[in-house]
């Protein structure tokens, strides 16, 4: 059934103020129509007439940091390592609670293969044209330097033709993106050159296929924002430098930052040393100030920054979008550039011209709350329902 709803307030990440008294008419899951109550028309005896009074209608928000296969929570590590038949049923999990919250974008960057290829890209494709799940676009398996990472997670790479390769290998499991890991065993030294990450990058482009980069140390970022990457991963150490050259360059970044205030939370709900013991907490508090350090020279130079949770390749859950929105707007980022960055700069990211959109013409993804995330990021928790 049509469906009209009526005397909506609109946040659509696009101006920093709300618009009240609004109506959008959905037709075959479609805006049809958009504008003030006073100009809509009259509905049929087949339209369904929601009012919307008090609500705020958000697009569907973007989460472009995500591991749809993943669970989550302070054992995170240990679960990628499970079933296949266990990880597809967390991201059936997954899915449901992430389109309940009002995501409806999944930039998945990592998981691991199963069979032969990234399990994401199972569940990408079996997900296609339903309205109950989040879209997936998938950046298939991280591709490291050999000896980083476990062996049974990524695909491993010893020098540069390997990495070429690896490339190749991925494109043609039909992934969505290339993800490399920028992070090495030695912190103060990328795994990998500028020219290194460029012919990375040149080999993805004769794919039509971007590259991103996992990158939580100031070389592995400058190795891949040099070598011309189309964005940087967490981003948890960046200068003054490197930050106005990524906004030159137009390069993305997408910080995470809502991992680091979950640890912090699981120092008083876990007994596990990392979190809970002295040490750990203060060697939180540094990355955690440094990381939002760096989001605040991101955003002074202009950088352009999406929100993304990492649940599930990182401690936070699926529905938890408004964390990082809120998490953001600590970081510095206006409740209107955090909410952008959860939208609409999110699907810009993903090269989706619809998503994190209100579009007339358009598919009616957007979600309603109470309260105004433009002032208050919190309202984000409050969903009323979805479309």
Not at 206 to 212: E, I, P, Q, S
Not at 223 to 243: K, M, N, Q, Y
Not at 331 to 347: I, K, M, N, S
Request: glycine content about 10%.
């Amino acid at each position: 059934m049509d469906i009209l709803y009526r005397h909506a307030a609109i946040a659509d990440g696009q101006r920093d103020h709300l618009l009240l008294d609004q109506s959008i008419l959905v037709v075959d899951e479609t805006i049809e129509w958009m504008g003030h109550d006073d100009e809509a028309e009259e509905p049929g005896s087949d339209v369904r007439v929601v009012d919307a009074g008090g609500a705020t209608v958000v697009p569907g928000m973007v989460d472009a940091h995500s591991h749809s296969v993943l669970p989550g929570g302070s054992h995170w590590i240990a679960r990628i390592d499970d079933s296949t038949e266990e990880l597809l049923r967390v991201a059936e999990e997954n899915g449901e609670i992430a389109h309940r919250a009002g995501t409806r974008w999944f930039r998945d960057v990592g998981s691991p293969p199963r069979d032969g290829k990234a399990l994401a890209l199972r569940v990408r494709d079996e997900w296609a044209g339903r309205r109950d799940r989040p879209y997936i676009r998938a950046a298939g398996t991280w591709i490291s330097k050999a000896g980083v990472l476990p062996s049974t997670i990524d695909v491993e790479a010893a020098d540069a033709d390997e990495l070429v390769a690896a490339v190749e290998e991925q494109a043609s499991h039909g992934t969505d993106l290339i993800k490399l890991y920028l992070d090495g065993p030695d912190r103060e030294v990328s795994p990998w050159t500028a020219d290194e990450v460029a012919r990375a990058v040149t080999a993805a482009d004769a794919h039509g296929l971007k590259v991103t980069a996992h990158a939580t140390v100031l070389p592995g970022a400058q190795a891949a924002v040099r070598g011309g990457v189309d964005c940087i991963e967490h981003g948890s150490h960046l200068d003054a430098e490197l930050a106005a050259e990524m906004a030159e360059r137009g390069t993305f970044v997408v910080p995470t930052l809502g991992v680091l205030d979950s640890w912090e939370s699981f120092g008083a709900t876990t007994n596990i040393e990392r979190f809970a013991g002295h040490d750990g907490k203060v060697a939180i508090a540094a990355r955690k100030e440094l990381a939002y350090e760096s989001m605040r020279l991101a955003a002074d130079a202009g950088v352009r920054i999406a929100a993304g949770t990492d649940f599930g390749g990182g401690s936070l859950r699926a529905n938890q979008m408004a964390w990082e929105v809120e998490c953001l707007v600590d970081a510095g980022l206006t409740p209107f550039q955090a909410l952008a960055a959860a939208t609409w700069v999110g699907g810009d990211l993903l090269r989706e011209p619809n998503a994190g959109r209100l579009v007339v013409g358009g598919p009616a993804e957007f979600f309603m709350v109470h309260g105004n995330p433009l002032e208050d990021p919190s309202a984000l928790w409050r969903v009323w329902k979805t479309a």
